[in-house]
């Protein structure tokens, strides 16, 4: 079954949108072209594309030789910063869509029998359009816990999944509040990962690129909130605030166990040493002035600075 569609409307008013004046202010006429072809091979797709690293060098070398990969993803996190596509979708999934987009596709999808989009990426609302089936696709399983959009999908429509959507077998369930458990279970992990990301962006450094965004979320897999928040603390006590060091303390703490820091302890051992030195001042002092000659070679102990 096809899934894109041959053509799309492009509104008169298009180039006097704020946000793609913004991204032209910027980037010139590269910018509208680049936002332009990337509607076009969104619908020839659907309603989506996977945005990455392959897909910028891929769409970049279809753009022309002008249109690098670097200039691409500026283009393209332009766009997202200033709404023009989706920023939760593109932040947790990678893709590149928009409510308006998807209601486009579904307007021009409207004669055929149903029309699929998957749970994740969900903008619109689907008893708008009555050929729309929502579906739970092998992405949405893969990415189970990590779609960041679920919360302003699922949680406000439970009740009309439930009753109007075939969206699996899992919707056929009697009562509400069997799908209402899974979705707040969901939104746990969902704070979990918000958490991190803040907690991470406060005390190490803003998130640079899609690469360490999805390190994050592995390390959240593998270790959980709260050891990875005690890492991140160990990190920045120690003046080492790089993604790597964090996972450096995680991988020995899993190898070799939790290693509490006791800071009374560092204090003491530190106080320890400030007395040592002390007294070896002191004996040097006295022993100066033992083997010296004259009250002008007299050094008092009791002189020599602490």
Same mark, same amino acid.
């Given at each position: 079954? #096809?899934?894109?569609? +041959?053509?799309?409307? *492009? =509104? ?6 704020? &946000?793609?004046?913004l991204? /032209? ?5 590269k ?8 509607l ?5 797709n ?19 030789q002008?249109?690098?990969p ?39 999808c ?10 994740c990426?969900?903008?619109v ?19 189970k816990g #990590?779609?960041?959009? +679920?919360?302003?999908? *699922? =949680?406000?429509?439970?009740?009309i999944?439930? &009753?109007?959507?075939?969206i /699996?077998?899992q ?6 509040k ?9 939104e ?9 990301v ?5 005390n ?14 592995s390390?959240?897999d ?14 920045v ?5 790089n993604?790597?060091y964090v ?14 820091e ?10 320890d ?18 083997h ?5 070679n ?9």
């Amino acid at each position: 079954m #096809k899934k894109g569609i +041959d053509y799309f409307p *492009l =509104d008169v008013d298009f180039f006097e949108d704020e &946000k793609i004046q913004l991204v /032209s202010a910027r980037f010139g006429v590269k910018g509208e072209i680049l936002t332009i072809r990337l509607l076009t091979r969104i619908y020839h797709n659907g309603y989506f594309i996977k945005w990455d690293e392959d897909a910028a060098f891929l769409f970049s070398k279809s753009a022309g030789q002008e249109i690098t990969p670097s200039l691409a993803n500026s283009i393209v996190y332009d766009l997202v910063k200033r709404g023009f596509f989706d920023e939760s979708l593109f932040n947790s999934l990678r893709i590149l869509t928009s409510r308006g987009i998807q209601e486009r596709f579904l307007k021009a999808c409207e004669r055929r029998k149903f029309v699929e989009i998957d749970q994740c990426m969900l903008l619109v609302d689907p008893t708008d359009f009555k050929n729309l089936k929502v579906s739970m696709s092998s992405l949405s399983m893969h990415l189970k816990g #990590k779609c960041k959009h +679920d919360d302003n999908i *699922l =949680d406000k429509n439970v009740d009309i999944f439930q &009753k109007n959507v075939d969206i /699996s077998k899992q919707s056929k369930v009697e009562e509400s509040k069997v799908e209402e458990s899974k979705v707040e279970g969901e939104e746990d992990t969902l704070s979990d990962f918000q958490k991190l990301v803040k907690i991470y962006q406060n005390n190490i450094h803003p998130i640079s690129s899609p690469i360490e965004r999805d390190k994050l979320s592995s390390l959240l897999d593998d270790f959980g909130l709260e050891i990875i928040t005690k890492a991140i603390e160990r990190s920045v006590s120690r003046g080492k605030r790089n993604i790597g060091y964090v996972t450096a303390i995680l991988n020995n703490w899993q190898q070799n166990g939790y290693d509490e820091e006791n800071k009374t302890d560092k204090k003491q051992t530190a106080a320890d040493r400030r007395k040592a030195d002390r007294e070896r001042r002191r004996a040097r002092a006295m022993e100066i002035d033992s083997h010296g000659s004259g009250e002008c070679n007299r050094m008092d102990p009791k002189r020599i600075p602490e």
